[in-house]
């Protein structure tokens, strides 16, 4: 998949800041120019002992959902964690994994903000100028704004509000759990956002193909976690042990689509005692490496 290139990425706070407000006035939430037939989540980790960021975008059919593909790359990134530029630095380990997707997206969920931020761009928006794509932020939590009434029902929404404008909508998902607070990024309304989120939620709070990108994201540290594991028993018992070796790569459900592995499944099953044993002997090996940033 191309990326447009629109600047460099080694930039401070303050040039950051500044960049931000040029682009925020290139973004546009206008309506989707055509069909949607795929959607696309993303989501990103980072390392609580380094500097290092893992990736994932998940592709999937629409409206079925049906996983088409994924797509997952790691990177160490110099930018400091700073609310407000979390694109800065995201979205160059989330590049690499675009680029290596066979199929585009017509539509891509984030697990961060549209244009509900201090300069009208945030991940999901920056995202979508790169890509020229639609793109939806689907944030876990709020950045800016007000809001109040929202009800307890499944599909309630309020505005939210910034500086007099309706820069999104607080939406609840699932009865008696938290919103989401979802905002236009780019190439899509708002209304549009509203609709394509509430069709990418099944049984959970979050839509499907971020959800399943998380999972998928902490499946790559499980592995990385087995990968440790190996070099350990190889060097002690076996040169050809591979505790890596990945039965799965997904399930399929009963009724002949394909179901995305869960938090464990996908392993073969002999690895799961494995992977137990190494996080409970070795801690700061488990997939508390990897946390997410809401």
């Known amino acids: 998949m191309r990326v447009k290139k629109l600047h460099r990425w080694d930039l401070s706070p303050e040039e950051a800041i500044e960049l ?3 682009l925020g ?21 980072y390392s609580r002992t380094s500097r ?7 592709l999937f059919s629409f409206p079925e959902l049906e996983i ?20 800065f630095r995201e979205i160059p380990v989330l590049v690499g994994a675009f680029e290596d997707l066979k199929r585009e997206p017509d ?4 697990d961060g903000q549209g244009i509900a931020h201090p300069r009208r761009i945030g991940l999901a928006a920056h995202l979508g100028l790169l890509l020229e794509k639609p793109t939806i932020g689907c944030a876990k939590s709020r950045l800016v704004g007000e809001y109040r009434g929202l009800g307890e029902a499944k599909g309630s929404r309020v505005p939210l509000l910034y500086r007099g404008e309706t820069v999104g909508v607080v939406l609840r998902t699932r009865k008696g759990v938290k919103p989401l607070f979802v905002s236009p990024g780019h190439r899509i309304t708002l209304d549009e956002s509203v609709r394509f989120t509430l069709s990418c939620v099944k049984r959970y709070r979050l839509p499907e193909p971020t959800r399943l990108a998380h999972l998928q994201l902490r499946r790559q540290a499980q592995i990385s976690i087995l990968k440790i594991l190996n070099v350990f028993l190889r060097l002690k018992f076996s040169p050809s042990l591979n505790l890596t070796k990945i039965e799965h790569f ?5 009724g002949g689509g394909r179901k995305t592995p869960g938090f464990r499944e996908g392993l073969a099953p002999r690895l799961v005692p494995a992977l137990q044993l190494t996080e409970f002997f070795f801690p700061f090996f488990s997939c508390s490496w990897v946390e997410s940033r809401n």
Not at 52 to 58: D, I
Not at 69 to 85: H, K, S
Not at 107 to 110: E, F, G, K, T
């Open 107 to 110: 539509i891509i969920l984030c």
């Open 68 to 87: 088409l593909e994924y797509r997952w790359n790691t990177d160490v990134t110099p930018f400091p964690y700073i609310p407000g530029l979390l694109s």
């Open 250 to 254: 997904s399930k399929v459900s009963e």
């Open 25 to 45: 006035g290139m973004i546009r939430t206008t309506k989707i120019p055509g069909p949607v037939r795929t959607v696309a989540g993303v989501d990103v980790g």
């Open 20 to 22: 931000q407000n040029r």
């Open 52 to 58: 290092k960021v893992w990736a994932v975008v998940a």
